[in-house]
């Protein structure tokens, strides 16, 4: 199986801009996307070609319109080619048919709208994957070897690492705490493939992106008629998750009546779909994860203790990268000789200055923004020594400090208003995670007012 840059990518989609906004992200990631809209020339297609992924759309707008078009484009692949590394994506509220899809065969499913990283994610789980099914390895016991390799030789990772060993093989809940990109994703999913549960579903929620009005029949399901839209019974994340994990991101974020009902079901370990009277038993094992201060919100009663207490029965607190500077460097080279190989360069060396650089830099991004800032270098520098000016650190990675200075210095001297427009635009955008359509709503500003701004500002 092709690593992610070696791989040959088919997005099916009948919505051309689902098309392009994959290939706009997928062109610099793998080595060659090809997109199709009608997926009635899949099967000339895959003839044809041989692709190593296939993202493959759930709801195609045609005449049948039965919501099961993907259930069948998927079979159509897999009875060409069983080990075909299918993902689906699905609309909020189709967990039933994701479930099915995975059932069926389908490596993993995104969610639209999805997050750019995540979804670059789900790909690289999704080919590393499938390298021990091709070599027939079917393994129920914990696995050793991980694809989610944590690196870091810091005390703070050797211990989280530690952790993860002691605890991957027992039922305990974990809480996993740390700031935006320290790496809590990589832990939540190292804990399930180290787990008994490994081979069962690893489910990922983003509590974040759960409206009040979603979150039951997101999480529960809901039966068919409990309320206007609900043409069929659909399955919730946690059946979803049954035999397996169930990965709750952002739980700092829900609302007390979603804490309320969470609640309910950790303890009954039971849900009851939308609609419906019987409870359905569920077998998951939690892993919640957050960066809100969670134990300052249980002090001033916006998270409940109770809730709390159900899911850290272990918790996993990941430092921030700026009080891990030995990590730095490890990392900085990681990701250098990873997007040298991937833009076709050769590995690049780092001045010392540059290393000096990035060691006294506070990360407010962490991880993440290393990964990024490490290939935004790569991409741009002149020669193959990355120089301190190849990493310039906008306002917006200048962190905590810097980044009020716009502000700070708006009472001493006036900034011009345009300044502060762009740089309250990349704000925003950085804390929904480049979802435009979440960074327009908080701006007031509707999608395609955003996108005129965001071409204005060059950004
Ligand atoms: N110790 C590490 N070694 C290698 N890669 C890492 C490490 N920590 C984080 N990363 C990488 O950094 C990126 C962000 O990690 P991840 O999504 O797990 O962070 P997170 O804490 O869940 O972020 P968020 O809170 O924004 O959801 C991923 O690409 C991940 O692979």
Redesign the pocket.
């Known amino acids: 199986m092709a690593s992610v840059k070696n791989a040959r990518v088919l997005v099916v989609d009948d919505e051309t801009d689902v098309l392009f906004a994959l290939k706009m992200l997928l062109k610099s990631e793998v080595k060659q996307v090809v997109t199709e809209k009608n997926p009635d020339n899949l099967p000339g297609l895959l003839e044809r070609e041989k692709f190593d992924a296939i993202f493959l759309d759930m709801n195609f707008k045609s005449a049948l319109n039965t919501g099961n078009e993907g259930i069948f484009w998927l079979r159509q692949i897999l009875e060409k080619d069983r080990e075909a590394t299918v993902i689906l994506i699905t609309a909020y509220g189709d967990v039933e048919l994701a479930v099915r899809s995975l059932k069926e065969g389908a490596a993993d499913f995104i969610v639209k709208p999805w997050h750019n990283?995540k979804l670059l994610?789900t790909l690289h789980y999704a080919l590393e994957a499938r390298k021990p099914k091709k070599a027939g390895a079917a393994n129920t016991s914990p696995k050793k070897n991980t694809s989610t390799?944590?690196?870091?030789e810091s005390d703070a990772?050797k211990e989280v690492l530690y952790k993860i060993e002691k605890i991957a093989p027992t039922e305990a809940n974990v809480l996993i705490l740390?700031?935006?990109?320290?790496?809590?994703?990589?832990?939540a999913r190292a804990l399930h493939e180290k787990s008994f549960r490994a081979n069962k579903p690893f489910v990922s929620v983003d509590m974040g992106a759960l409206t009040d009005s979603l979150f039951e029949s997101e999480l529960f399901g809901s039966k068919k008629g409990a309320f206007t839209d609900a043409r069929e019974d659909r399955a919730g994340r946690f059946e979803a998750a049954n035999g397996g994990t169930l990965f709750l991101?952002?739980i700092g974020n829900i609302t007390p009546p979603m804490q309320a009902k969470l609640l309910t079901v950790l303890q009954n370990r039971q849900v009851t779909p939308l609609g419906s009277n019987t409870p359905v038993p569920v077998d998951i094992r939690l892993i919640s994860?957050t960066?809100e201060p969670i134990y300052e919100l249980a002090a001033r009663n916006q998270f409940r203790k109770d809730l709390i207490y159900r899911i850290n029965t272990v918790e996993i607190t990941?430092p921030p990268l700026r009080q891990r500077t030995g990590?730095v460097e490890l990392?900085a080279r990681?990701f250098a000789a990873l997007y040298a190989q991937k833009n076709h360069k050769p590995v690049p060396e780092f001045a010392e200055a540059t290393m000096q650089k990035l060691k006294q830099h506070s990360w407010p991004g962490?991880?993440?923004e290393l990964?990024h800032a490490v290939e935004r270098a790569i991409i741009l520098a002149e020669s193959n020594t990355l120089q301190p000016q190849d990493f310039s650190f906008s306002a917006m990675e200048l962190g905590p400090p810097a980044a009020t200075t716009a502000y700070a210095s708006a009472s001493e001297k006036p900034v011009p208003l345009i300044e502060l427009e762009r740089e309250t635009i990349v704000r925003t955008l950085e804390k929904n995670?480049g979802n435009i359509s979440r960074t327009a709503k908080e701006l007031g500003l509707t999608r395609t007012a955003l996108y005129r701004r965001l071409n204005k500002h060059d950004i």
């Open positions: 990283d994610e390799t944590i690196l870091g990772i740390g700031e935006n990109g320290t790496g809590k994703e990589l832990v991101d952002e994860a960066n990941l990590d990392l990681h962490n991880v993440r990964q995670k």
